[in-house]
């Protein structure tokens, strides 16, 4: 009796419901097998993933946060990718054929990347994809490139120790950024330190380095500090680098976390003169945003300022600012991103084919006169021969640099050619 | 005695339908890209059925799913890694960030396969017990019970991020090659991933319905809308709250659990907050309280935002705001209701023009 | 010494920040059990309002005062129109309310996005905001930031001034009468409507002078309200709904609590600690710290 008599309500739902199964589900199945393109790679038996040539154009992915915590720095590095596209399109495309932009939004979150970039590869055929920002965002879409066999150009500076042959790393690695600015502080003569990070992937295998790059040099740790990403609440933190007495500390903090911390560092009257900080995370992009009432006379790391010298920095700053508005500042992470266009390019036409194979054959040697200077592809190891550079914030919100490599460092991702690394990976 | 079993039936009929659906219409019309994203969405539908059971029955605002799931596709994703390592090695990851040179202790079990297995649903179910057991004693209820559950998924995602050396921190484990000795590589193995989902999915809906039809379901909804009058009744209110909750978070365990090999990732972006609501979402705009609006609710929220962004890559959370405003402030039983709404008034009219109950979404 | 004294200080001024996000929350959501995910855009509607205020006055110091009543004006318009929207259908779903407001404010993020841009952007704070006060000299010294006091002091005057409001005028003893007994003060002649759109608009606009206080201290860009807005809520239950007084006692509390596990652990096994000895507290004392006793079963 229990569930005939007054279970009739409620189970009405579901029992007529079941024909509703059917209906919706075809509706959703059909219609998402409509939002397939219609030249896709169909069926994937043969696992490299097929390029889309067809026509007068050439696809390639452009995979960066839109929406999210992460929106805050990706989106000008995908406004960049856009301006690198539009120049070489302008000047004739790649072995003649335009390039067609696809622009997907990672949303700052790796499972989405995952599943961006299956789509460019395997639904829009894209020769190449350029993006991530994060490291976790690399870890979760490398996979996937792998699989596929396609390439992934990343443009931001990383922690190292990884070596994809589907991916070309733009950006610098530990030995192009931050073992130079450990050096330049050991040459001032800073040598007790204090490492603050946010807790990802990136600060913290950089950390590991730094510590033994410390222990090897004679310098000490007096600290090390862990923020969540996003995190801004970072009164304690500055009240244990201050305690700590420390000659400078060693920043690694992502995104939203900088503001918050450059401002509590200058409330607990730590200066730049008193206690140096630097970064290997805030670019002009960033001083703009936190400010220089709280950052003049700190330093930075990186391999491009938009002060570098050159008539490739100077085309770069004007068509930028032509393109996104003059009040809009060009940063290391965007120049690597629009060099990695052009290197890609370079590549094409060396190999005379978009096939990621014979691309990556291709690439070794390859240089381009970017914006940073001259840079070089290492075919080895799928980084970049990069310009090393410390910077100073200065008041007008622009970094001078107050030292360079003098020539471009060659990449070494496992950091082999140092002694003092050999536990590391 | 015929009502009963017209409409057993015509459950019967509606299964077959979606078995025949999911098993042979879907694979063959859908690229293996597209098929794996809808293995993907038919994990969140699993979750769905879980908060239909817990939430659209019993009132319970199970704001802290992503717990579940991610307990289980941890205890899945622990077990694969292992198993990828190989014996006596260390998960890739622990070799790049870690310094211990064998498993931690808390990982070991994990080597057993059965062991990985029953964990995937019982390791949830055993935390909602814990929690629930406390909380709906105490009569916590309503807003509280909502904002302690995000609390807790927020300190799991934060202490996950935290131990980088054995969980992979933010990263979480990604690039998972096998599943039980087969290659995760072989489209064909994803295939079969997708009909174990497929089948997954179904065997909850039933579990659900039967639940629902029973003595206990009616109980279920007796307590959530008004449970006072069933504890005068003589029954206790808590026990009856205690096995939704425990029930939904099994199956949100499960989901987690298959959702690592059909999209080779587990991370604590899937656990903290946002998907939290984003699971309770897709429920509410298909209808808490009806199953299959539950389950269609789901994946139609998960296509939609798979839809959205790629058509506007930079506009799309627009759309996606407005999807949840308007149907839920305006439908307050979701889309199911718009189908009851249609039913009825075809039966007033006795029009006999088709209407697509699914385009709505 | 120093270093507890210090610590305890930075734990009232943490304090003091939640205090000033939750303050809003302790009308919307203590009083009349809204729960508003949008609440964290209101702060976001605050902040931007001190951003766009500088760009024409060139004081940071004036702006940054002009701006206090005005972003309380801007956010509490902008909630008030929310509930005239939205939350009036929803009074009787608050799970519902709780997603439809989330869906507002990924709509609010995104216009943030598209009307300022996606990188974040810079207030100025004035010169006597960004230094400190030395309390005790010498080798160790112990220094107040003065950014953190002005923030205290906003925070113990805006509790003041609410609690007034609730005690003492007309207003607040309708909107007390609507919370203990909606269906009395109808009969009794209140229009509840107005008086639901009116905490609306004060609770909002509260939201909206905290967004002005944290460009003092932190990011200002399209996510900080997700930032904050769930240590907010927290504050809210643990204290008690409907209680000034709970939400008080444990915006301090918690604020010292964290920034002491801080200090001897790291930020992220504090926040967790935190998270479960909130957990805990609710299970032990499910309604927080003060119970507004009602007649009703429910």
């Known amino acids: 009796m229990s569930s005939g008599s007054s279970g009739s309500r409620s189970s009405r739902v579901p029992r007529r419901g079941f024909l509703a199964v059917g209906a919706a589900l075809t509706a959703v199945v059909t219609l998402s097998a409509c939002g397939a393109k219609t030249d896709a790679a169909g069926s994937s038996s043969d696992k490299a993933a097929k390029i889309d040539v067809s026509g007068d154009t050439v696809k390639v992915g452009l995979l960066n946060s839109l929406s999210g915590t992460m929106a805050i720095s990706e989106v000008t590095v995908r406004d960049s990718l856009k301006l690198a596209i539009d120049e070489i399109n302008a000047s004739g495309g790649v072995l003649g054929k335009k390039i067609k932009p696809i622009s997907e939004d990672g949303a700052s979150d790796w499972p989405t990347f995952a599943e961006k970039a299956q789509k460019l590869i395997k639904e829009d055929g894209v020769a190449a994809t350029f993006g991530c920002w994060t490291s976790a965002s690399r870890k979760a879409v490398k996979p996937v490139f792998e699989k596929n066999k396609s390439l992934l150009f990343y443009p931001v500076q990383y922690e190292g120790l990884e070596e994809s042959p589907y991916i070309f790393y733009t950006g610098a690695t530990t030995n192009q950024q931050i073992v130079p600015a450990l050096d330049y502080l050991k040459s001032k003569g800073l040598k007790k330190l204090y490492l603050v990070g946010s807790d990802y992937v990136f600060p913290r295998t950089a950390n590991k380095e730094i510590k033994a790059y410390a222990k090897a040099n004679g310098m000490t740790i007096l600290g090390e500090d862990y923020a969540p990403l996003g995190s801004t609440e970072f009164s304690t933190i500055a009240n244990k680098v201050k305690a700590s007495k420390a000659d400078a500390v060693f920043n690694t903090l992502n995104g939203d976390s900088n503001v918050a911390f450059f401002k509590e560092y200058k409330s607990a009257g730590l200066t730049a003169k008193s206690m140096p900080v630097v970064s290997v995370s805030i670019a002009e992009e960033e001083v703009k945003s936190i400010g220089t009432q709280y950052l003049a006379g700190q330093l930075t790391a990186w391999n491009y300022y938009q002060t570098t010298a050159g008539a490739a920095n100077a085309k770069f700053v004007k068509a930028y600012k032509a393109k996104y508005g003059q009040d809009k500042p060009?940063?290391?992470?965007?120049?690597?991103?629009?060099?990695?266009?052009?290197?890609?390019k370079a590549m094409v036409e060396k190999a005379k084919s978009f096939d990621p194979e014979k691309v990556k054959a291709a690439s070794d040697g390859i240089t381009f006169d970017a914006p940073e200077g001259k840079v070089t592809v290492d075919g080895a190891s799928q980084h970049v021969y990069k310009t090393a550079r410390i910077g100073e914030i200065g008041t007008d919100g622009q970094i001078k640099e107050v030292w360079n490599s003098g020539k471009p460092v060659k990449p070494d991702p496992f950091l082999k050619g140092y002694s003092w690394a050999s536990g590391l990976s | 005695m015929n009502v009963l079993k017209g409409r057993s039936v015509r459950a019967w009929a509606g299964f077959a339908g979606a078995a025949v659906l999911l098993f042979a219409i879907a694979p063959l019309a859908l690229s293996d890209f597209r098929l794996g994203l809808l293995a993907k969405y038919l994990c969140t539908a699993m979750v769905a059925v879980g908060i239909c059971l817990a939430w659209g029955r019993g009132g319970l605002l199970t704001l802290g799913q992503g717990v579940f799931f991610g307990l289980g596709g941890y205890a899945m994703a622990m077990h694969l890694k292992i198993a990828d390592a190989g014996p006596g090695n260390l998960p890739d990851?622990?070799?790049?960030?870690?310094?211990?040179?064998?498993?931690?202790?808390?990982?070991?079990?994990?080597?057993?396969?059965?062991?990985?297995l029953a964990a995937t649903v019982l390791l949830p179910m055993a935390v909602a017990a814990l929690l629930g057991l406390f909380i709906f004693r105490r009569r916590v209820k309503g807003a509280y019970f909502a904002i302690l559950s995000q609390a807790l998924a927020a300190a799991l995602a934060i202490w996950l991020i935290g131990q980088q050396a054995t969980t992979g921190g933010t990263n979480g484990l990604t690039d998972i090659q096998g599943f039980f000795g087969y290659s995760l590589d072989d489209p064909v193995n994803q295939r079969m991933v997708y009909f174990v989902i497929a089948a997954a999915l179904l065997l909850l809906m039933a579990i659900a319905r039967q639940l629902i039809n029973s003595r206990y379901g009616e109980l279920l909804v007796a307590v959530r809308d008004s449970e006072e009058r069933v504890r005068f009744l003589g029954y206790d209110p808590a026990n009856v709250k205690l096995v939704a909750y425990v029930v939904a978070a099994g199956m949100a365990g499960l989901a987690g659990a298959l959702f690592v090999p059909a999209v080779g990732i587990i991370s604590p972006a899937l656990i903290g907050i946002v998907p939290s609501i984003e699971f309770v979402i897709g429920a509410a705009v298909g209808g808490r309280a009806s199953l299959v609006g539950a389950v269609l609710g789901a994946i139609a929220v998960a296509w939609a935002k798979t839809a959205l962004s790629e058509e506007f890559p930079a506009a799309w959370t627009y759309f996606q705001g407005l999807l949840f405003i308007v149907a839920l402030a305006f439908l307050p039983g979701g889309l199911a209701s718009l189908a009851v709404l249609v039913r009825r008034r075809k039966a007033v009219e006795r029009k006999t023009a088709v209407i697509p109950v699914g385009e709505a979404a | 010494m120093t270093v507890i004294l210090g610590q305890t200080f930075t734990g009232i001024s943490i304090g003091a920040v939640l205090l000033l996000i939750a303050l809003g929350l302790s009308l919307t959501f203590g009083q009349m059990n809204v729960i508003n995910m949008a609440h964290g855009e209101f702060i976001m509607a605050g902040a931007y309002t001190t951003y766009v205020l500088q760009k024409s006055i060139s004081s940071a110091g004036i702006s940054l005062l002009v701006a206090l009543p005005v972003a309380f004006l801007v956010s509490g318009a902008l909630g008030a129109l929310l509930e005239?929207?939205?939350?009036?259908?929803?009074?009787?779903?608050?799970?519902?309310?709780?997603?439809?407001?989330?869906?507002?404010?990924l709509?609010?993020?995104?216009l943030a996005r598209d009307i300022f841009g996606a990188p974040n952007v810079q207030t100025r704070a004035p010169d006597w905001l960004t230094g400190n006060i030395t309390v005790i000299g010498g080798d160790d010294p112990l220094t107040f930031a003065n950014s953190r006091l002005f923030i205290l002091g906003l925070a113990v005057a805006a509790v003041v001034a609410l609690s007034l409001t609730l005690r003492l005028t007309p207003l607040g003893r309708r909107i007390r009468a609507v919370v203990q007994n909606r269906d009395l003060a109808e009969v009794s002649g209140i229009s509840t409507s107005t008086v639901d759109r009116t905490a609306f608009f004060l609770g909002s606009g509260l939201a909206g002078v905290a967004g002005v206080a944290l460009t003092l201290v932190g990011p200002i860009g399209p996510t900080m309200g997700t930032n904050v807005i769930i240590d907010a809520f927290l504050v809210i239950v643990v204290g008690g709904i409907g209680q000034l007084k709970?939400?008080?006692?444990?915006?301090?509390?918690?604020?010292?609590?964290?920034?002491?596990?801080?200090?001897?652990?790291?930020?992220?096994?504090?926040?967790?600690?935190?998270?479960?000895?909130?957990?805990?507290?609710?299970?032990w004392r499910p309604q927080g710290l003060y119970t507004l006793r009602t007649r009703s079963l429910v």
């Open chain 1, 330 to 344: 060009t940063s290391d992470p965007m120049e690597a991103a629009y060099t990695s266009v052009y290197l890609w």
């Open chain 3, 246 to 283: 709970g939400t008080v006692i444990v915006a301090f509390v918690l604020g010292v609590l964290q920034s002491v596990l801080e200090y001897s652990t790291t930020v992220s096994v504090a926040k967790v600690l935190v998270l479960v000895a909130i957990v805990a507290f609710l299970q």
């Open chain 3, 107 to 110: 709509m609010l993020q995104q």
């Open chain 2, 93 to 116: 990851f622990m070799q790049l960030y870690g310094t211990a040179t064998e498993l931690p202790w808390w990982w070991k079990p994990f080597e057993n396969p059965a062991f990985a």
């Open chain 3, 84 to 105: 005239w929207l939205l939350i009036r259908r929803l009074y009787l779903r608050p799970l519902d309310t709780l997603l439809v407001t989330w869906g507002v404010s």
